[in-house]
Nanobody, 119 residues
Framework: VQLQASGGGLVQAGGSLRLSCVASGSISTISEMGWYRQADGSMVDLVAFVKDDGTTKYAESVKGRFTMSRDNAKNSAYLQMNSLKPEDTDVYYC??????????????WGQGTQITVSS
């Protein structure tokens, strides 16, 4: 299963960006799609995820500013990022886990997309 992420870029503080992630391949079900961030070789940290039942979870630092959503029919997830702050600057990675059409589970990661917020 492959993930294609898009929507990163450079924005001024207070601005907005929308990240998109599309999963493709031998997908039977996607139980969870999420976004994680990583700064300069450090561990990846959760930003937000959404489960197949619509349940969401957010990092404390983004609650009230970021909104996670998904379109199950399109195997896609979106992260609307509002009121961006310089500390949101990082490389963001899309992640999805679920089950393939042949049976085994998958846990896939997309390529990173750079988010830079200028002050």
């Amino acid at each position: 299963v492959q993930l294609q992420a898009s929507g990163g870029g450079l924005v001024q503080a207070g601005g907005s960006l929308r990240l998109s992630c599309v999963a493709s391949g031998s997908i039977s079900t996607i139980s969870e799609m999420g976004w994680y961030r990583q700064a300069d070789g450090s561990m990846v940290d959760l930003v937000a995820f959404v489960k197949d039942d619509g349940t969401t979870k957010y990092a404390e630092s983004v609650k009230g500013r970021f909104t996670m959503s998904r379109d199950n029919a399109k195997n896609s997830a979106y992260l609307q990022m509002n009121s961006l702050k310089p500390e949101d600057t990082d490389v963001y990675y899309c992640q999805a886990r679920g089950r393939t059409t042949t049976g085994p589970p998958f846990n896939s990661w997309g390529q990173g997309t750079q988010i830079t917020v200028s002050s």
